[in-house]
């Protein structure tokens, strides 16, 4: 089956300094990556939608300056939250999908917990 | 308003009976399709099934069948035989639009426990 990783699963930050998420799909071409935020007990919240070789387009509400999000490979997603602060911890998901209009699934990575002290 | 609506916070199910988790959702868009996910302790979305809104018969994937019911717009989850290993968080998701579209919204997810 299809597989997305990411990396770190898990990552502590001193407030103020900027972190990066990979996200790479191992067996497949993802076409589109998505970002995911999930706040404890709370549900998933699309952050944006990114697409290979383009910009990537941020959901209303979520700041584009603070959320980089580059997808310049195929195969690579990677979301940068610039100077972080303790309200930005939360665990990030990213999902993706082939480009076959025919597939309806978004493939999961295993999330990513992020801690900003 | 709401697109997707999971009314369920948490539900206790002895294992071994079946277990239905509600999912109602919104949408003007004819053409729609319901997914539901599972989410265990680790984090990780688990796929489960999926609902095409012009699917004629509800869609079953083994122990899990999904209860799609255009008019009312609910498409409940049905788990049979539950087992230990099914307790997680359960959410529903909707994407509007064909297959093409992309964007997935989720409810607010139900956590399953399974009790021995």
């Known amino acids: 089956g299809a597989v997305v990783s990411q990396h770190p699963s898990w990552v502590i930050c001193k407030s103020g300094t900027s972190v990066k998420i990979e996200c790479r799909s191992l067996?497949?071409?993802?076409?589109?990556m998505f970002w995911y935020r999930q706040f404890p007990k709370q549900s998933l919240m699309l952050m944006a939608t990114?697409?290979?070789?383009?910009?990537?387009?941020?959901e209303q509400g979520v700041e584009k300056d603070k959320f980089l999000i580059n997808h310049a490979s195929l195969t690579l997603s990677t979301l940068t939250v610039t100077s972080a602060h303790p309200e930005d911890s939360s665990f990030y998901i990213c999902?993706?999908?082939?480009?076959?209009?025919?597939?309806?699934?978004?493939?999961f990575g295993p999330g990513t917990r992020l801690t900003v002290t | 308003a709401q697109k997707i609506t999971q009314t369920q916070p948490g539900m206790f199910v002895q294992e071994k009976e079946a277990v239905t988790l509600d999912c109602t959702y919104d949408?003007?868009?004819?053409?729609?399709?319901l997914f539901w996910y599972k989410q265990p302790s680790s984090g990780e979305m688990i796929f489960l099934i999926y609902q095409g809104s012009y699917d004629q018969q509800n869609a079953t994937e083994g122990r899990y069948s999904l209860n799609f019911q255009k008019a009312r717009k609910s498409a409940n989850l049905v788990i049979s035989a539950s087992q230990l290993g099914d307790s997680a968080m359960y959410f529903c998701?909707?994407?509007?639009?064909?297959?093409?579209?992309?964007?997935?919204?989720f409810g607010q997810g139900t956590r399953l426990t399974i009790n021995p």
């Open positions: 999902s993706a999908r082939t480009g076959t209009l025919s597939s309806y699934e978004q493939y």
């Open positions: 998701a909707m994407r509007e639009g064909n297959v093409g579209a992309q964007k997935l919204v």
């Open positions: 949408t003007s868009d004819p053409s729609y399709g």
């Open positions: 067996d497949f071409q993802a076409t589109t």
């Open positions: 990114s697409n290979e070789g383009s910009k990537a387009t941020y």
